[in-house]
């Protein structure tokens, strides 16, 4: 039995090892904030993390709400 952050259980539920019983999912109010200079954040690296960041949050938000939402 867990209870988890969908983001850190998807990888053992989609290998099986974690089931989800219930249609039902709880949404978190909680979120992560990237935090830099407004001079710093167009430089590459910042950039292209934040870049990166967005998209595989994007990502494994679509499958969970693909997983979740049939």
């Avoid at 870049?51 to 949050?57: E, P």
């Amino acid at each position: 039995m867990a209870l988890a952050n969908n983001v850190m259980a998807q990888s053992e539920i989609e290998a099986g090892r974690l089931v989800c019983p219930f249609n039902d999912v709880l949404v978190s109010k909680n979120a992560f904030y990237l935090v830099c200079h407004d001079s710093r954040a167009e430089l590459g690296k910042i950039a292209a993390f934040r870049q990166w960041i967005l998209a595989k949050a994007a990502s494994e938000q679509e499958k969970f709400r693909f997983r979740y939402e049939q």
